[in-house]
């Protein structure tokens, strides 16, 4: 437990240091304008991520993956970053926005880098892909 809070504690502290690379104007749209238009897209990204978490942990609370199994964890968080990636998508085209804007708007909703968080679903979706492959 000490070292989950350390963990973010560090998580945090971290993303102070970065927040500084957040875009504040993007294809001349200031931030506040970027969040107004993608206000679903963003709540939907978020909502969908932690429902994927959450059914990560629901796989070691049914008992279908052992608690020193990693696998679990990544499928849980590699369905979420799926799902809020899809719904961004989705959403942006459905409303015919700009699907660029709408990630750049996800990320300054996040208050982090572009790169920070788009490497984090990166080695996250690694992490899925390889949990789904070692499953057959």
Same mark, same amino acid.
């Given at each position: 437990?000490?070292?989950?809070?350390?963990?973010?504690?560090?998580?945090?502290?971290?993303?102070?240091?970065?927040?500084?690379?957040?875009?504040?104007?993007?294809?001349?749209? #200031?931030?506040?304008?970027?969040?107004?238009?993608?206000?679903?897209?963003?709540? /939907?990204?978020?909502?969908?991520?932690?429902?994927?978490?959450?059914?990560? %942990?629901?796989?070691?609370?049914?008992?279908?993956?052992?608690?020193?199994?990693?696998?679990?964890?990544?499928?849980?968080?590699?369905?979420?970053?799926? +799902?809020?990636?899809?719904? *961004? /998508?989705? %959403? #942006?085209?459905?409303?015919?926005?700009?699907?660029?804007?709408?990630?750049?708007?996800?990320? =300054? +909703?996040?208050?982090?880098? /572009? %790169? =920070? *968080?788009?490497?984090?679903?990166? %080695? *996250?979706?690694?992490?899925?892909?390889?949990?789904?492959? +070692?499953?057959?």
């Amino acid at each position: 437990m000490i070292s989950g809070i350390v963990g973010g504690m560090l998580g945090v502290i971290f993303c102070a240091l970065l927040a500084r690379w957040v875009p504040l104007v993007f294809n001349g749209k #200031t931030r506040s304008q970027l969040l107004d238009e993608n206000r679903l897209s963003i709540v /939907l990204a978020n909502i969908s991520f932690l429902s994927g978490i959450l059914s990560g %942990i629901a796989l070691y609370f049914y008992n279908v993956f052992q608690n020193n199994d990693w696998r679990g964890l990544f499928i849980g968080a590699g369905s979420g970053v799926l +799902s809020a990636i899809f719904f *961004i /998508l989705a %959403i #942006t085209l459905m409303r015919r926005g700009d699907v660029k804007e709408a990630y750049v708007a996800y990320a =300054v +909703s996040q208050n982090a880098p /572009l %790169i =920070v *968080i788009y490497s984090i679903f990166a %080695i *996250i979706l690694a992490g899925f892909f390889s949990a789904i492959f +070692s499953l057959f």
